[in-house]
């Protein structure tokens, strides 16, 4: 595609519900990367996939978290048993080069849990 | 780990005035510098980026930035704003050869017509 698109754009979910969220990279992009930002912070790193590779989840907070690209293209995050912490904005990223330092953002999906 | 730290939460200034954004950053070795903007409703966009080279940097919108290696900063600058520049402003590092961005708090700027 154009860009990197990420659905759900707004998604407010129950405590302890399970959330996926879901990013598309531009085509042909090798890596991909999840980012949380927290309201009136920056976005901070979570993981990070070269191709079907996920080659770094050090950031991921704990073991609710998760992450997948099994074809290499659309990679979801997803959220077990959510808590009202949860509650952020995750943004997917891309990059054609693998780690490559030009990457471009999607517009990010606001997670709610109430 | 880097750390980058962002001195001005929000910023209002009028039409035709001039911007200055500061942004320090932490780490001892050669590192990559960004700011990136985003406008409301849209995505987070890169404004500019300095890997090496020439420390004045000059990015899209007539925007610019000045590493100073010294001072552990990478300022953005733009001499006359436009109300289109009402935006959240980041500023982001990564070490050399690293993937990770770290970034700052941000900047809302708000620019009244």
């Known amino acids: 595609g154009a860009g990197v698109s990420q659905s759900p754009r707004y998604k407010v979910t129950k405590r302890g519900q399970d959330v996926a969220l879901r990013c598309d990279p531009i085509?042909?992009?090798?890596?991909l990367y999840w980012y949380r930002q927290a309201l009136g912070q920056g976005p901070e790193f979570l993981t990070y996939f070269n191709y079907e590779a996920q080659q770094d989840k050090s950031g991921l907070p704990n073991d609710r978290f998760s992450a997948e690209r099994p074809e290499g293209s659309i990679s979801t995050l997803t959220i077990q048993r959510t808590e009202q912490r949860d509650s952020a904005m995750y943004r997917c990223a891309s990059s054609l080069l693998a780690g490559g330092n030009t990457i471009y953002f999607g517009e990010g999906s606001w997670l709610t849990v109430v | 780990a880097q750390s980058v730290s962002q001195h001005n939460h929000h910023v209002i200034l009028s039409e035709a005035a001039s911007l200055e954004l500061g942004c320090n950053y932490s780490?001892?070795?050669?590192?990559?510098l960004f700011w990136y903007v985003q406008y409301p409703g849209q995505h987070l966009q890169l404004l500019l980026k300095y890997f090496s080279g020439d420390p004045l940097v000059k990015g899209i919108k007539g925007f610019e930035a000045e590493f100073i290696k010294s001072k552990f900063s990478f300022n953005l600058r733009k001499p006359s704003v436009q109300w289109s520049d009402t935006a959240e402003y980041f500023c982001a590092v990564n070490a050399q050869g690293d993937y990770k961005l770290s970034f700052g708090a941000g900047t809302t700027v708000t620019v009244r017509a």
């Open positions: 085509s042909g992009h090798v890596s």
């Open positions: 780490y001892g070795g050669t590192v990559n």
